[in-house]
């Protein structure tokens, strides 16, 4: 994820946003909320309900917010955070969606799409 960002800043990106590619419920709308809410945060954050996240977006590269962190737990979202209040960054937060990793997730996403019909 760092070096995706790295890159896209090197080529002259002012902001830059990335995604899981394991959240079904994640829209285009979410996806322009994320950058217009860079117009006035430092950083965008899109919580996943397991406790990690399906979208970071930030306007300069923040190599903090990679370093130290338990990936693939419940704690990644929550450290994240405290790292950017740690480096005093301005943090937006997206709608909390779910994800899809295993089969159970798969069902728990569905099962809330069919509520939302």
């Given amino acids: ?3 995706a960002f790295t890159q896209a800043f090197a080529v002259g990106a002012t902001s830059v946003v990335i995604i899981g590619t394991d959240c079904p419920g994640l829209t285009t709308a979410l996806l322009s909320q994320a950058f217009e809410r860079l117009a006035t945060h430092d950083v965008v954050v899109g919580p996943a ?4 996240y399906y979208l970071l977006g930030m306007n300069t590269l ?18 994240t955070l405290a790292d950017a209040a740690r480096l005093g960054l301005q943090v937006a937060r997206l709608p909390t ?3 899809v990793d295993t089969a159970d997730d798969l069902a ?4 809330a799409e069919n509520q939302a019909k």
């Avoid at 903090?64 to 704690?75: M, N």
């Avoid at 728990?108 to 099962?111: N, P, S």
Wanted: proline share 3%; no cysteine.
């Fill in 49 to 52: 309900a397991d406790g990690g």
């Fill in 108 to 111: 728990v996403w569905r099962a």
């Fill in 1 to 3: 994820m760092q070096h």
């Fill in 62 to 79: 923040h190599p903090a917010l990679f370093q130290q962190k338990a990936w693939s737990t419940a704690s990644v979202l929550h450290d």
């Fill in 97 to 99: 969606m779910h994800d």
